[in-house]
């Protein structure tokens, strides 16, 4: 069945799930089953080529970029990575809200796999000297603008496919993919490393990672060219706006200073929080284990590793949990408990003196903590209707990292006021503190509130929102 065939099947056929009333996800047609497989395995490998370049190059670095490379070359390429998002966010979401989520997922996994295919190819510094380093960030900087085109688009599908009673659960299937990845990755280099030695492995052997997560993206552009299309609610906002040529579109002054604005500031908050706990508790935990923990060079893959699956189990109940306790107080909850338990576990973590040690509290840290990220698929996607649900989606989520993304550069000013640790540990307490606070200004969303059509929810959380803004006008 060709693309357009199947689209206008999915439009024909869906009629009790457009609504999103409940109806279980088997009764979908098989574009809508195939946009949420798509929505869990297209996570998995964004998230692949997202943290990558933190565990699979430090062993590589000094081969690869030189003696004279920095030892924050690492987080420098991983940052260049996460600078790119926003704008990938900001460029793809417009372009998913006028074209569509297929088109605009498939134009960004091919971009993510050249990205990535590139940096598989780069000569090391024998041959570029510093031109190595600038050539990977370079990529990396655009691997983030693909890779954010991917979730602005793709993720929002999956929503907008779901039904209303299952938004929280494939929320929580889809964002737990992150820990998952980070558990292949973890894993694949302290086994290649084993297998191939440091030596080979610095030499070669981090690039077999870099074409294997091409040819996954690969793999999934096939999938999506051939079984995904846009969800009935996209069609139907598209006959809408047909019929209503004279009305302006909705762009990002609407999201940044109009009728979305608090809608999408809120979700900076939020996900800021979110993201400070994130760099604290996977990057830097990450770093400081390797640094300060004394463990061998295989033992902070594998406590990583081992944090990751605990993290990616209790972030999918999560997401389904938040359906029946509400999305905000879920968020206030967890929220509290990473500020202030956070940062002892933190600490236990990096100053525990065995491996077992080390990987129970790194573990224990990251479900108290990133585990949060359960119904964020969910929550944004319902807190912007369809003509900018990709566009809030990918702004809110991407450009929200930028200022905890900056890490690198103001932790060393905080050093000497709260110590190495120190600092840190307050990272993970005003990560929490600001999860709490963005929770506390959004809207309830408890489970009778999020039971309607998904653009009916956004539209009735925003009281300055038009009548007629979504199907039926607000709640």
Do not use: K
Request: aromatic fraction near 6%; hydrophobic fraction near 55%.
């Amino acid at each position: 069945m060709t693309g357009a065939t199947t689209a206008q099947a999915a439009v024909g056929t869906q009629t009790t799930t457009e609504t999103s009333t409940g109806t279980p996800n088997e009764s979908l047609p098989p574009a809508g089953r195939a946009a949420l497989r798509a929505g869990v395995v297209g996570n998995w490998i964004d998230n692949i080529h997202v943290f990558l370049p933190l565990t699979a190059l430090a062993p590589a670095m000094l081969v690869l970029a030189g003696p004279a490379a920095a030892a924050s070359t690492g987080a420098l390429i991983v940052i260049a990575m996460l600078l790119g998002r926003p704008i990938g966010g900001i460029v793809f979401g417009r372009i998913s809200d006028r074209l569509g989520r297929t088109r605009t997922t498939r134009i960004a996994i091919a971009g993510t796999a050249a990205c990535a295919l590139a940096i598989a190819a780069t000569p090391t510094h024998e041959i570029l000297g510093a031109g190595t380093i600038g050539l990977i960030l370079v990529l990396r900087f655009l691997c983030g603008i693909f890779v954010a085109g991917e979730y602005s688009a793709a993720i929002p599908l999956a929503m907008e496919w779901s039904t209303a009673r299952r938004r929280g659960l494939m929320s929580g299937l889809i964002l737990s993919m992150a820990p998952w990845a980070q558990a292949t990755i973890a894993f694949s280099v302290a086994g290649l490393l084993v297998l191939l030695g440091p030596d080979a492995y610095a030499a070669w052997g981090w690039r077999l990672l870099f074409v294997l997560g091409a040819a996954l993206s690969l793999g999934m552009l096939v999938y999506y060219s051939r079984q995904v299309t846009d969800a009935p609610v996209f069609h139907r906002r598209a006959r809408e706006a047909a019929a209503r040529p004279a009305a302006p579109r909705a762009g990002l002054r609407d999201l940044l200073a109009g009728r979305w604005a608090r809608a999408f500031w809120q979700v900076f908050i939020l996900m800021s929080g979110l993201w400070l706990l994130t760099n604290s508790t996977v990057l830097l935990l990450t770093a400081r284990l390797a640094e300060d923990s004394g463990l061998p060079a295989t033992g902070v893959p594998v406590v990583m590793g081992i944090a990751s699956v605990a993290q990616a189990i209790v972030m999918a109940l999560a997401g389904h949990l938040a359906t029946l306790t509400g999305r905000r107080r879920l968020f206030l909850l967890w929220g509290t408990v990473a500020a202030l338990a956070g940062p002892l576990v933190w600490w236990a973590a990096v100053t525990s003196p065995t491996l077992a040690g080390a990987a129970v509290c790194a573990a224990v840290l990251q479900v108290i903590t990133v585990s949060a990220y359960g119904p964020v698929s969910a929550y944004l996607s319902e807190r912007f209707p369809t003509e900018v649900r990709s566009t809030g989606y990918g702004m809110g989520y991407s450009l929200s990292l930028v200022l905890p993304a900056l890490y690198p550069f103001y932790l060393p000013l905080i050093e000497p006021v709260l110590g190495r640790h120190g600092s840190v540990m307050g990272m993970v307490a005003l990560g929490g503190a600001l999860v709490v606070l963005g929770a506390a200004l959004g809207p309830r969303l408890a489970p009778r509130d999020i039971e309607g059509d998904i653009d009916d929810v956004a539209v009735g959380m925003v009281p300055d929102a038009p009548v007629g803004a979504a199907r039926g006008g607000s709640r």
